[in-house]
């Protein structure tokens, strides 16, 4: 197995220099129209013929590893290969050039896709009725938390607390946190809700339980329903965390599992791509008694004519300015068409499948907890590595060397060392056995080895507390301190 | 469901009958039985039906459309569709692994220094969501910043921004308060704005330019006044090729979008949210930061830093939730502003105002029509008043193929009967002539 990324010399497009401006000087006031005191005075900006500009973005590119690069295991993210024609589609001028306060006639096609988009993910999450305003997956926790707050106060109670599983996401409980909630967080038991800790804690002080299901250790929360019934009885309301719904489509749904809320990561199990960090799209799904509160503007199908309501008075009002992330509803709603029905049940089949392989290859390299059978991820603890002087930390690293993208790593919390591994459904069977081969080979190499790494990246180890320490965030500052610093630039 | 050869093998090796047996774990009592959903299709079935669900749409090279209100139509040269096409960038995850990631860790970085340059703000992320949820932030770190339960806002933002701010409020138990405007001059009304500012404020939010077009000349008032409490402001950062940036004005918070650099309408998303702030704060802004630092062989080098502000470690102690942001457009966002350049920018930007003062000009001959609505410098945006129902207009205008202003009517009703109207380099005399005539013809 050889892998070496490319290594390029890629300046800050600051640093070059400046080409001599060409033509009749630049007037500030254009034309009179920005008065003196208003004007700025310097704009210290590159200007770079595009040649170089291209060059630039091309090379730092050639630094940066993506799923069309090659595996890119990270559990919970689930990072599938992104179908083209979903990027084909959105290069549209009917989808790039149109405004979203145009007349609701002039974008028909527009309102048509988010409608039918909404009743699809009300089918895949069995739900009721579904929002597509939030951005990404945090933003419609947040939304979905505002929708428990608006309950509760619309039948006059005060609930003061969300709980959740020491297992959840981390933004699971920063979400709560962010609407006004105290949050509980709940020790698991064999890797699963305890039961009976959940119902000691549940009071008439909780708003909500967040869970995700199955779980971020890949494991299905069997008691699921038990546990809705707690919550429930209680009058507190159940949300469904969509990271890890790619393991269960057209298996069961949220919806059927006794959830109220649900958000979906239209970036993770809809193949939408997740442009080393953002755009993503969290849409919201509900149950009949909470759709009242869901954000307006709802897009409403009225005599053949798609339109906007904005008459729901009990709504939170609005999470996000406009409809929410369009470009990425309409790659989402592609890859939904392009599947169908059978093709989702069949990516679902094929994840579970594919991690359940991998786990039994690598099982008894590293140490399983809680159980055998996973969902769609699976968590290893890479406790063995400690005996030999090395961390976890050491082997993710060691795995760029080899060209795959390290798992998720040190998270869940409960898992001493934890990797946390989703292949999903796009690699082949080839693809997961050369993964296996390099963990087994990385296993039996020198531990200095395994600390050095990584060697053939674009860089080696980061120095990531000297980042801390400097607090270099932009050019502008890093000529200041170079300036104060009393250098020479 | 069919098995593929290589699927029967490893269901073999896993001493599997059926894929079925993978999922016994889960109860019967929720299981479901499929999803009842169309078929899939073949990439040429899926391609023609895409072309004609997103054909009705009718997109502004077929409909001249002056429109703004947060969302702008603007020229993206060739060369940044082809760097953000990358799948390197377009296929990458948030940088976890910063050795593997340098090539998306320096572009943000490149991002925030254009940003902050622009602004002229000691640290600014790498992006929220989009300007409105950078306002509701802003919001809840005022708070963190100078405390006190109430939060000023301007009238004169948009209303969507106002609905998005007034939500995250409520969840932080923050009262808002809106502060009026000049009639005259659009401006911050500065005597509402001392009549409402107590103890319990924390801050103050106003826009320049703000949703009605004008540029706020008041800041040294505006900060006198403000004392101690977070001055936060909303820019257009196009206009600050030109103006003076927040940053040497005495803002302590700028938030704004930056669609405007290199990315298309998308019918509103996604957009990219700006948040700056003053290096003292960065500890308390939410979102992610690139440092710059070097790799253990002393090699220049990027990766997030001050990540104990956000959730993934913090938890319900972070700052903000915010995980997944919008890298791609941030590297958009400073592919364009490579491309064009200073000049280039500046160029732009001025052609904007050039725009805005001819159309202005020529509805304010039309008869009826009174355009600009405030005495203020303007940059691409402007509020046109008319004796006749807007509404009205706005139909008749649509019948001629042309989408008009937004509708001030319903939010602003001191206004009357007036409207948003936005200019850009991508109208043509043709497309302003269009308008006009249109215009004339209204009765």
């Known amino acids: 197995m050889r892998y070496h990324q490319a290594v390029h010399d890629v300046p800050v497009i600051f640093e070059p220099c400046e080409r001599p401006e060409v033509g009749e000087p630049f007037d500030p006031t254009v034309g009179g129209a920005i008065p003196k005191d208003l004007q700025r005075a310097d704009l210290a900006l590159p200007d770079l013929p595009e040649r170089d500009v291209v060059k630039h973005y091309v090379n730092l590119s050639q630094m940066n590893f993506g799923v069309d690069n090659g595996l890119y295991p990270l559990g919970s993210c689930t990072m599938k290969y992104n179908p083209k024609i979903c990027d084909e589609v959105v290069s549209w001028q009917t989808v790039t050039d149109i405004h979203p306060l145009q007349d609701p006639s002039t974008i028909q096609g527009a309102l048509r896709l988010m409608h039918e988009l909404e009743l699809m993910l009300c089918e895949i999450g069995g739900v009721d009725a579904v929002t597509l305003q939030p951005a990404a997956g945090a933003h419609g926790e947040y939304t979905g938390i505002q929708l428990v707050k608006a309950y509760h106060e619309s039948i006059g109670e005060t609930r003061r607390e969300v709980i959740l599983p020491d297992t959840a996401h981390g933004t699971n409980p920063a979400s709560a946190a962010m609407v006004g909630y105290d949050v509980l967080e709940l020790p698991s038991k064999d890797g699963c809700v305890d039961v009976e800790a959940l119902k000691a804690a549940v009071s008439k002080d909780t708003a909500a339980f967040m869970l995700t299901n199955p779980n971020t250790l890949g494991l299905f929360e069997k008691n699921v329903k038990e546990i809705a019934g707690i919550l429930h009885d209680a009058g507190a309301l159940l949300y469904y965390d969509g990271a890890n719904l790619n393991a269960i489509m057209g298996k069961t749904s949220p919806g059927k599992m006794d959830f109220d809320i649900v958000h979906f990561n239209l970036h993770k199990t809809f193949a939408t791509p997740h442009g080393g960090g953002g755009p993503g799209a969290g849409p919201v799904g509900v149950k009949k008694k909470l759709e009242a509160y869901l954000p307006v503007p709802r897009i409403v199908l009225r005599d053949g004519m798609y339109g906007l309501d904005y008459e729901w008075p009990k709504s939170i009002g609005k999470v996000r300015a406009f409809f929410g992330n369009f470009a990425v509803l309409v790659r989402a709603y592609t890859y939904i068409r392009m599947q169908g029905g059978k093709g989702l049940e069949s990516v679902s089949e094929n994840a579970v499948l594919n991690s359940n392989y991998l786990k039994e290859k690598l099982k008894d390299s590293f140490e399983l907890p809680y159980g055998s059978l996973r969902k769609h991820e699976f968590v290893l603890s890479g406790r063995p590595l400690k005996a030999r002087g090395l961390r976890t930390l050491d082997f993710a690293k060691r795995l760029l060397d080899y060209g795959f993208h390290a798992p998720t790593i040190y998270f869940p919390i409960i898992v001493d060392e934890a990797l946390m591994i989703e292949p999903t459904e796009t690699e082949t069977k080839d693809t997961l056995d050369k993964f296996v081969d390099a963990c087994k080979s990385i296993l039996k190499e020198d531990p200095e080895v395994l600390r050095a790494a990584p060697v053939n990246t674009a860089r080696r180890r980061i120095e990531e507390a000297k980042a801390a320490r400097d607090m270099i965030f932009s050019w502008r500052e890093y000529e200041k301190k170079l300036d104060s610093a009393g250098r020479t630039k | ?443």
Not at chain 2, 44 to 63: A, I
Not at chain 2, 106 to 129: G, H, I, K, R, W
Not at chain 2, 330 to 347: M, N, T
């Open chain 2, 1 to 443: 469901m069919e098995l593929s050869k290589c699927s029967l093998e490893m269901l073999q090796e896993l001493h599997l009958g059926s894929v079925e047996e993978l999922f016994a774990d889960i109860p019967k009592e929720v299981r479901t039985g499929g999803l009842k959903l169309p078929p899939g299709l073949s990439e040429l079935e899926l391609r023609r039906e895409m072309e004609s669900v997103l054909s009705p749409n009718k997109p502004v090279s077929s409909h001249p459309s002056f429109l703004g209100a947060g969302v702008y139509h603007h020229f993206i040269p060739a060369a940044v569709r082809t760097i953000v096409s990358r799948s390197e960038f377009i296929t990458a995850y948030t940088p976890y692994q910063p050795e593997i990631s340098q090539g998306m860790l320096q572009s943000l970085f490149e991002y925030q220094s254009f940003m902050s340059e622009l602004t002229a703000m000691d640290v600014v992320n790498c992006s929220m969501y989009d300007a409105s949820t950078a306002l509701g932030e802003a919001v809840l770190m005022s708070y963190r910043v100078s405390g006190g339960n109430k939060f000023l806002i301007s009238r004169s933002v948009s209303p969507e921004k106002k609905s998005v701010a007034k939500t995250y409020a409520r969840g932080a138990d923050i009262a808002l308060a809106e502060v009026g405007y000049d009639r005259e001059t659009g401006l911050v009304d500065l005597n509402d704005l001392k009549s409402k500012v107590s103890a319990d404020v924390s801050g103050f939010y106003f826009e320049t330019p703000n949703f009605l077009g004008p540029i706020e000349t008041q800041w040294q008032e505006i900060r006198n006044i403000l004392g101690p409490r977070s001055m936060v402001v909303g820019v257009n950062p196009m206009a600050l090729a030109l103006i003076k940036p927040p940053g040497e004005m005495g803002a302590d918070i700028v938030v704004g979008d930056a669609q405007v650099f290199g990315t298309p309408m998308n019918l509103g998303g996604p957009m990219i949210g700006i948040f700056g702030c003053k290096a003292e704060h960065v500890r308390k802004m939410p979102g992610r930061l690139i440092g710059m630092t070097t790799d253990i062989e002393g090699r220049r080098a990027f990766c997030m830093t001050l990540q104990t502000r956000e959730q993934h470690i913090r938890r319900s102690k972070a700052t903000s939730n915010i995980c997944t942001n919008e890298a791609l457009l941030a590297l958009a966002s400073a592919a364009y502003l490579a491309v064009i350049g200073k000049s280039g920018l500046r160029k732009i930007a001025a052609k904007n105002v050039e725009n805005m003062r001819s159309l202005s000009s020529r509805i304010n001959l039309v008869r009826g029509f009174v355009s600009p609505r405030f005495r203020a410098t303007h940059f691409n945006e402007f509020v046109m008043t008319t004796e006749i129902p807007y509404d009205k207009v706005n139909k008749e205008l649509l019948a001629k193929g042309i989408q008009g202003g937004f509708a001030l009517d319903r939010q602003f009703p001191e206004l009357k009967s007036s409207a948003l109207y936005a200019t850009t380099e991508m109208h043509t005399k043709a497309d302003h002539d269009k308008l006009i005539a249109a215009l004339e013809g209204v009765r």
